[in-house]
């Protein structure tokens, strides 16, 4: 069995990936926004006022996620009204249990209902339960609720202020980062395409990596562009930061596309050239481009300039030259015409994503002399833009809407939790149902991975906690220990949620410990009400209103062959003398990445919910493979059509053809549309000679 090894130089790149990334920027302006009101108001004896800060600031923290400053601001400023407002109404409902009960039931269910608002809006509701879970139980006198309220907003308020002050003062900052992470994730994904070429691969196996790999760089993509074309400060580019950014992400999605275009039968290409020894080549020299992209987004990160490796143009002369040798060499008779052709393409390909990154490094240095023209590319159409209408809010107060019986979910299982905690003395509502909150998610998947996330977490980080309490008693120590978990649990709680409880688990006791409250007592009362939340949750999910996969997998499918096609008529009609159309073939090929990436998605979701809801999931596998398949082929039209567009000749006899391939895709789509069998006289299989 082969054992895969990680490198320390690996290592290196990816802590060095997170400290750079847009992660580790949240978790330092979190921790800072968060503990600095506490920390100011100890010194005046004020400790308790100061947490309730803090916790307003935890609460405006929570939709301030990258994206347009506006949306931000937006956001920031909506969380903070809302939480004072729940803040208040919880306060005085602690007066009744069941008044107390109806607020938690009706809240769960509103806050829950913004999903259909999209992923900043659900934000807000999950920061409106935050401080809706942390409030019950503490009976206040009606003027300590009041202040309780206005401390919740100042701190709100406060770290609004902050996190703008600082895009005020790095407006770039942001958007530098996340630009920087795309390119990473674009370097990993040719490093697992890379792999291909390598020894004693797993087809299926790097595939199914490709595939996720290819879902992280779209949705940094997705997020890149909503930053990008949504900034007016950059789409006005009138900076040339504004326009660097700008080019230098048009140029990566070009690039990406570059990669994508190349898909072989790598099992054949083994069979025939594993022996030669020359498939290791194009390995080393793609591991290398990855390399250099990396540097890329590294640089793009720091500030600095990166450099094109002087070593490149020799390698691909080489691997050139060694095609050469094959072709002509004594052995040529066992390589066939198709397999050297194969060799052949995939050089040019790689040549050309070398000229593509030279491109992109050459746009720093030109920056840098601030001689950058402004791109033409119309970004208007690339933008999606949220309906925040009330009208869509009342179109999914129906069974059939997968955000209503969610939310009606969360508002009953948050009710059971509030019933079985307040049932007996040892157990908390608090921590139920903020377990609750915190691991209900509309699909059951998802549910399912942070129940398990939370469990693992606090369970070993409990452990951690305990530890660090029994052996280390310096007060100065234990501080600065409880900075690190604070700083890990929010740079972690956006990319690995289980990592940020394990972090979040010794931060809390350490700060029980310093506050007196004891920290043993607080470990097997946290571990006892996560079990209970995270048990009913996943009960729930599964026996209430559940949401499968595959009750939307039709909608998918249909819509990701829908995609393709429009791709391919965007395409073929180059190669028939129609003109090129820049922003229509862009949005095309966006639409297919986008459903690409939701496909895969999909398919994801479902292989980890129970075998039993798994309907069909070998062929939806081979669905997602095919599909694969032909976004890279026609990729490769586009490709050559672009590079030969002066010297395309006459193709009017394979017009029979492409018009073929299109009819079949939209026979494909009314069969998925309405579930048909498909009539044989509706399948022509054309080839050229057949014309």
């Not at 009606?142 to 703008?164: K, Q, R």
């Not at 990406?256 to 498939?279: C, P, R, V, W």
């Not at 390909?349 to 240095?365: A, L, T």
Request: charged share 20%; glycine share 6%; aromatic share 12%.
């Amino acid at each position: 069995m082969k054992v895969m090894q990680v490198s320390p130089q690996r290592t290196t790149s990816e802590i060095k990936n997170f400290v750079l990334s847009p992660y580790f920027g949240d978790g330092l302006r979190i921790t800072f926004g968060v503990l600095l009101p506490s920390l100011i108001l100890f010194k005046f004896n004020l400790l308790n006022v100061g947490i309730t800060i803090s916790l307003g600031a935890v609460c405006a923290s929570v939709p301030d996620t990258p994206g347009p400053i506006l949306h931000r601001r937006n956001a920031m400023l909506i969380s903070t009204s809302l939480v004072s407002v729940v803040s208040l109404l919880i306060g005085l409902g602690n007066w009744s249990p069941y008044i107390l009960g109806i607020l938690i039931v009706g809240f769960s269910f509103l806050f829950s209902m913004f999903y259909v608002y999209g992923a900043r809006a659900a934000s807000v509701g999950t920061a409106a339960l935050l401080v809706m879970t942390l409030g019950i139980g503490d009976v206040r006198p009606i003027l300590d609720i009041f202040l309780y309220s206005l401390s919740i907003l100042a701190g709100g308020l406060w770290y609004t202020a902050l996190s703008l002050s600082l895009y005020e003062i790095m407006p770039y900052r942001l958007a530098q980062q996340s630009l920087g992470d795309s390119i990473v994730e674009v370097a990993r994904f040719m490093r697992i395409k890379a792999g291909f070429y390598g020894d004693q691969i797993s087809y299926e196996d790097n595939f199914n990596k490709l595939i996720e790999a290819q879902i992280v760089v779209n949705e940094k993509q997705d997020a890149v562009r909503e930053m990008l074309f949504k900034s007016r400060e950059i789409v006005r580019e009138s900076t040339q930061e504004g326009r660097f950014l700008l080019l230098v992400f048009v140029d990566m999605v070009d690039l990406f596309e570059q990669i994508m275009s190349t898909f072989y039968n790598y099992k054949n290409l083994h069979e025939q050239f594993d022996e030669a020894g020359i498939l290791k080549k194009y390995e080393a020299i793609l591991l290398q481009l990855a390399h250099q992209l990396e540097d890329t987004g590294y640089a793009l990160k720091v500030g600095t300039i990166p450099h094109i490796s002087p070593n490149l143009p020799r390698k691909i002369q080489e691997l050139k030259q060694a095609i050469s040798d094959l072709e002509n060499g004594p052995d040529a008779e066992k390589y066939s015409p198709i397999s050297i052709g194969a060799l052949k393409n995939i050089e040019v390909n790689i040549e050309n994503i070398f000229v593509r990154i030279k491109k992109i490094k050459g746009s720093f240095k030109v920056r840098k002399q601030r001689l950058l023209g402004k791109n033409e590319l119309e970004t208007s159409p690339f933008i999606t833009h949220q309906d925040y209408d009330v009208k869509l809010f009342k179109e999914n107060l129906s069974l059939s809407s997968q955000i209503f019986r969610h939310s009606m979910r969360v508002g009953i299982v948050m009710l059971l939790g509030f019933i079985i905690a307040q049932s007996y003395p040892f157990l908390h509502s608090n921590w139920i149902l903020l377990t609750i909150m915190v691991i209900m998610k509309p699909g059951f998947s998802l549910t399912k991975e942070r129940n398990y996330h939370r469990l693992i977490g606090t369970v070993a980080g409990a452990v951690v906690g305990m530890l660090i309490l029994k052996w280390v008693e310096d007060k100065q120590a234990l501080f600065a220990i409880l900075l690190f978990c604070m700083l890990g649990a929010y740079s972690f709680q956006r990319k690995y949620y289980i990592v940020s409880v394990l972090f979040m688990t010794p931060f809390i006791l350490i700060l029980y410990d310093f506050l007196g409250m004891g920290s043993r007592a607080i470990l097997i009362e946290r571990v006892y009400d996560t079990l209970i939340g995270g048990g009913i949750a996943f009960i729930a999910n599964y026996f209430l209103l559940p949401n499968w996969e595959h009750e939307k997998l039709r909608s998918v499918l249909t819509e990701m062959l829908s995609a393709n096609l429009n791709y391919y008529r965007q395409v073929s009609g180059l190669y028939f003398g129609n003109a090129y159309e820049r922003t229509p073939y862009k949005m095309a090929r966006k639409d297919v990445f986008v459903k690409s990436a939701n496909l895969a998605s999909a398919f994801q979701r479902m292989f980890s919910e129970p075998k039993s809801k798994q309907n069909s999931i070998k062929e939806v596998h081979k669905f997602s493979v095919l599909n694969h398949l032909l976004s890279s082929y026609i990729a490769t039209l586009v490709l050559y059509a672009k590079e030969h567009f002066d010297s395309i000749p006459d193709l009017e006899e394979l017009k029979l053809i492409a018009e073929n391939t299109e009819h079949l895709l939209e026979e494909a789509i009314k069969v998925l549309e309405h579930d048909e069998q498909v009539e044989p006289e509706n399948i022509r299989l054309i080839n050229q000679t057949s014309i």
